[in-house]
Nanobody, 120 residues
Framework: QVQLVESGGGLVQPGGSLRLSCAGSGSIRSINSMGWYRQFPGKQRELVAVVTSDGSTNYADSVKGRFTVSRDKTKNTVYLQMNDLKPEDTAVYYC??????????????WGQGTQVTVSS
């Protein structure tokens, strides 16, 4: 069984910063990409940032220059450093990983989600 567990969400004022973490656990054999998505009320989940196994990154246009995705392969963990946060960044943030376990080939796993609220 593979699990992704997020932490680090919360309430922050506009212009502030937060750092999200997502740790993979269980029978992980290999991880390709890891990243972050977010979901606004009544909307579909959308990509925020992703980092591949070779370190390549991709960002949504709305967060470029403000958010940084990084990864610690030794800990099966992905991070999202969010700076200069804006009220429109308020959403539930989900971790995503393309993971091969001891028992099956690669599939996408999701974390449980963490709320980020940007408000004064």
């Amino acid at each position: 069984q593979v699990q992704l567990v997020e932490s680090g969400g919360g309430l922050v004022q506009p212009g502030g910063s937060l750092r999200l973490s997502c740790a993979g656990s269980g029978s992980i054999r290999s991880i390709n990409s890891m990243g972050w998505y977010r979901q606004f009320p009544g909307k579909q989940r959308e990509l925020v940032a992703v980092v591949t196994s070779d370190g390549s990154t991709n960002y949504a246009d709305s967060v470029k220059g403000r958010f940084t995705v990084s990864r610690d392969k030794t800990k099966n963990t992905v991070y999202l450093q969010m700076n200069d946060l804006k009220p429109e960044d308020t959403a539930v943030y989900y971790c995503n990983g393309e993971i091969a376990s001891q028992y099956r080939e690669y599939k996408y796993y999701w974390g449980q989600g963490t709320q980020v609220t940007v408000s004064s």
